[in-house]
Structure formats: structure tokens, C-alpha cells
């Protein structure tokens, strides 16, 4: 079974796959089969769970939350992740879709995070995308506010730059414990941009979103040279699926990145797990690489 980790040098100890609901409404689950299905993951080693304020149109948070009501033992045995700072329109009192750091939305969304998932705490609580609007004192004193009510344990952000995150950093007493990127072979940005040397740097662990591409990867025919790809090296390595090699392909890199898996079928969670038992050599990795770009390096 999986065994936590710590993800930087301060920060808490995640399960190495993390398992994502932000698509839960989609998975038409009742309350009862989402205990199980949490008890499924639990029972992989897939400890920390990956929320979003917004996901499911504002639904996802409380529906996570009824199982938790059934099951009240099931929050102690998770650490949960969730995220705030994007207003969507799915609230008819937002005429656009826009992003909101400020302070006051920052402590309520998390107060409303805490009541749907009937908890008293938040394991980790990140800026959901980086706001132009973003007043770094204000966030801080947001988190600060929280950390010392313990109701929020510990902050991080997602998608932001280097630059964005040391901003943020720098108006904080206790430190940043990671940033959730994008990373797949079809999304390869945050490789050549700094921000997974930035996490190097600082030893922390990045949460890595949507590494099997959102599903385009296997369904877009302008993928096909990649799938094929990912074939002859599951022949090679002796994987089960082209999605155990993308993971594999992922968890190869030097910054350690926490990937999360985005399926509610039990089958391809499991599946997800054994990716873990898959080395890539350095050749095979830069083939992948170089099927997903369609150009070799220079």
C-alpha cells in the first residue's frame, strides 16, 4: 500500500496520487457509493483528496461531504485539498466569470468549504489561479487569519509562475507547501518555463492536474503519433495501459510531482496505482517527449 510523504520540507505528508472530484457530479454516484468509493482509494493508499470550490458548478465540495456525514471515521483517515479565487457564472450573482483574491472572499470561501465537507479543518487550501487583481497583503493576511484559527493547516497555490509564487511568498511567515500545474506530454510548459526548476529549488512537490491530457490524448487523431508511441513503450516496460505509461512518464520527473487522477471507475484508480511500479529509462522518456511535440530536442 502507498505510504505519505511529506511534499516539501514544511509541509504536510500526501499520499503519492491524489485522487481528484472534479468531476464528481458526473460520476452520478449516491451518497452511499461515494463511501465506497472513498474507501476504495483509502484502501490503495490514496490518502489526499483534490477539491475545488467551484467544481461541479459549487456542488462537488457538499456532495464529498454527504459521504463524510455517512462515514464521519473517513475524514480522519483523509487530507483534504481544496481551492478558491475563481467566480464563476454558475452563481447567478456573477454577470461574468472573473477572479476574486480578496481577503474577505478567501475567508469565506473556506468557511463555506469547512461546512460542506462537516469538518473543522482544511489540510490545504490554494489560490485556485493567479488574479490580476491579486493584492498580496491582503491574501496573507487572509491565510494568516486562517492558519492561526487552525482552521486551514497549511497554503499553496495553482498555476502560478515562479514569480507569482515568490511574490505571494514573501508576505508570509510560514511557507508556500506547493504550486498544482498542469503536466502531461501534450502540456509540457511548465518544463521549459521555470516553474517545476522554482519547485526544485525549493523542494517542494507539485500537484500535477490533467496528466492524462483531459482525455485528448487518447481520443484526438493529432495525437495518434503519440499514442503509438506510448504503445511500443508499454510493450516495452510491460504496462497495462497507455495511461500507467503517461503516469509513469510524469512521476519521472526530478521534481517529484503528486499526480491526480481524475476517474471515478475503481478499475483505472487501480491501474493508476501500479504506475508507480514503472521505470522509464531516459531514452524512452525524451520518445515520448519528442511524439507529443513532433520535433526532437535542438
Not at 483534490?50 to 464529498?64: L, N, P, S, V, W
Not at 464563476?88 to 463555506?112: C, F, M
Not at 515568490?166 to 498544482?180: E, M
Not at 516553474?195 to 500535477?208: K, S
Request: glycine fraction near 6%; include cysteine; charge should be negative.
Amino acid at each position: 500500500m502507498l505510504q505519505p510523504q511529506p511534499i516539501s520540507p514544511q509541509g504536510p505528508a500526501f499520499s503519492p496520487l491524489i485522487m481528484g472530484y472534479w468531476r464528481l457530479m458526473a460520476w452520478e454516484m449516491t451518497p452511499q457509493q461515494r463511501v465506497s468509493f472513498i474507501e476504495h482509494h483509502l484502501s490503495l493508499g490514496i490518502t489526499t483528496v483534490d477539491h475545488a470550490d467551484i467544481y461541479g458548478d459549487y456542488r462537488c465540495e457538499a456532495a464529498f461531504g454527504e459521504a463524510l456525514k455517512l462515514a464521519p471515521d473517513l475524514r480522519d483517515r483523509l487530507q483534504i485539498v481544496t481551492k478558491c479565487g475563481i467566480a464563476t457564472r454558475a452563481k447567478p450573482e456573477h454577470q461574468i466569470g472573473h477572479y476574486n483574491t480578496d481577503k474577505a472572499h478567501i475567508l469565506q470561501s473556506a468557511e463555506n468549504s469547512l461546512r460542506h465537507f462537516a469538518t473543522d479543518r482544511l489540510d490545504l487550501l490554494l489560490i485556485h489561479r493567479p488574479d490580476p487583481l491579486m493584492n498580496a497583503d491582503a491574501v496573507a493576511e487572509a491565510f494568516l487569519e486562517l492558519h492561526q484559527s487552525g482552521k486551514v493547516l497549511h497554503f499553496g497555490v495553482s498555476n502560478f509562475t515562479p514569480a507569482q509564487f515568490a511574490l505571494l511568498q514573501s508576505r508570509l511567515p510560514f511557507t508556500l507547501v506547493t504550486n498544482q500545474v498542469e503536466i502531461s506530454p501534450i502540456q509540457q510548459n511548465v518544463m521549459l518555463d521555470g516553474t517545476l526548476d522554482h519547485c526544485q529549488q525549493l523542494r517542494l512537490r507539485p500537484m500535477a492536474w490533467s496528466c492524462l491530457g483531459g482525455g485528448e490524448l487518447f481520443h484526438d487523431p493529432h495525437y495518434q503519433p503519440l499514442r503509438e508511441e506510448l504503445e511500443k513503450v508499454r510493450l516495452e516496460t510491460g504496462a497495462a495501459s497507455l495511461a500507467q505509461v503517461v503516469y509513469a512518464w510524469v512521476l519521472a520527473l526530478p521534481s517529484q510531482p503528486l499526480p491526480i487522477i481524475g476517474s471515478g471507475n475503481v478499475d483505472r484508480v487501480s491501474e493508476a496505482v501500479a504506475a508507480l511500479r514503472i521505470q522509464l529509462d531516459r531514452q524512452q522518456w525524451f520518445r515520448i517527449r519528442k511524439a507529443a511535440l513532433g520535433y526532437d530536442v535542438p
